[in-house]
Structures are given as C-alpha cells and as structure tokens.
C-alpha cells in the first residue's frame, strides 16, 4: 500500500544501547521529517531532508543521527539511548506545490528506553 | 517558545454542542495547516488555508484564516463521539526557506455521548 510506513511500532530498549527507527514512504517526496511527541511540548522537529544525501538539524537534533542515501528511506539512530529519549516517534514526508507545505505522517513508533 | 499557541489545551462537550478552537502568532503564514491525531495514529491534514480572510468547511468543520494571516479557527457544528483527537496546527515562518512546519501544542477535544 502506498504511504509512509514506521518500524517499529513499539520498542523497548535499555540506556546505552542504539536503536534505529525506520521510515519508509512510497510517494516520492523529496522532504522527509522526524518528530518527536511528548506531553505538553507538542510535535517536535528532530532533522529533515529535502533529498536523498541532503540532511539538517532541526529543534531538537541531539543524540539523533539520520541518513538518506535513497528517496524513500529516512531512518533514524540513537547513538546511545538515554530515558529523556522515551517519547512517541513520527515520520513525514512532504508535498510541495507552491505555497503549500502539506506534511503526511507514519503511525509512529512507541521507544521506550529503561 | 512556541511560535504557535493554540487555546483551549482541553476541550470536553456533549455530543451535539458547538466547539471552536483558537490557533493564534504574532507572526505572518503563507499557509497555516489543521490535523486531528486520535490515539496511537499519527496527524492526519484536515485542512490548508492560505489566503487572509479564507474561510473551508469540510462537512461539521468550517475553518478561518485571519485577515491578516497571523491566526486561525476551527469550529465544530454539533460535534459527534467521532470528533474526538487532538486539534494541530502548523504553520512555517515566511523567513524559513526549508519550509519547516511549526505545530501548536494541540487541543485535545472529546466529545461525549
């Protein structure tokens, strides 16, 4: 089915450890995002892409790595996982057609770090 | 800081009353974007409005772009069980060239039987 999928959906892990999350869409985009959701602060931009092997921080980039060497994977790694880390993790991608900056979102992927 | 700020933070109504939602900045959007998000799912785009003043409506919700484009509402016409999520919006700055998307901190709706 066309979309963006999230892997996985839950996963626990231990501090220290790393832990990739990943992202795949079917629509081409060029942008890709991944946010972070926690109560009281809202979605939060982690790092974005506007094409493959173009990549930026964004609000809250450390502890995170990504890569994109192809158009429809965007995955991301924690280095080394910490509790504050423990949140819900959300995957976009974008459509841009003039002054429109419609985002499509995965499901989400549930870490939690013990 | 959010560049956003969306009030109220929690909202619960009867089925059948009316409800809005406020999506204020001191800033200026070239477009300012609406999402529901019910549990374990991700934001699903309600709605894109763009131009100062517009005014959508998709079925019970009529959604209003300020004049000035600096602010939005959303309002829900005899609300349903199924109108319950959390409320985003999102906008980007004009002065970002990546075009970013901000999000409010959302307005969590539930609408009781």
């Known amino acids: 089915d066309a979309g963006i999928t999230q892997s996985p959906r839950y996963k626990i892990t231990e501090t220290g450890r790393q832990v990739t999350l990943m992202c795949h869409q079917t629509w081409s985009h060029s942008y890709m995002f991944w946010y972070r959701q926690d109560l009281g602060h809202g979605l939060r931009l982690i790092y974005y892409s506007a094409a493959a092997d173009i990549t930026d921080k964004g609000e809250v980039p450390d502890g995170y790595v990504v890569s994109r060497s192809k158009t429809e994977n965007f995955p991301l790694t924690l280095e080394s996982a910490t509790r504050s880390q423990t949140s819900v993790y959300f995957c976009?991608?974008?459509?841009?057609?003039?002054?429109?900056?419609?985002?499509?979102f995965g499901p989400g992927t549930r870490l939690t770090v013990t | 800081t959010q560049l956003l700020e969306q009030s109220p933070q929690f909202l619960s109504i009867q089925e059948g009353e009316n409800l809005t939602v406020y999506c204020n900045s001191s800033s200026v959007f070239s477009s300012l974007q609406w999402y529901r998000q019910e549990p374990g799912e991700g934001p699903v785009l309600l709605v894109t409005v763009v131009t100062g003043g517009e005014v959508k409506k998709l079925k019970r919700l009529t959604f209003q772009f300020g004049d000035a484009r600096k602010d939005s509402s959303l309002h829900i016409t005899a609300a349903q069980p199924g109108d319950t999520g959390l409320y985003l919006c999102?906008?980007?700055?004009?002065?970002?060239?990546?075009?970013?998307?901000?999000f409010g901190a959302g307005t969590q709706v539930v609408v009781t039987p």
């Open positions: 999102a906008a980007h700055a004009l002065t970002d060239s990546w075009g970013k998307l901000q």
């Open positions: 976009a991608s974008r459509l841009t057609s003039g002054e429109m900056y419609e985002q499509y």
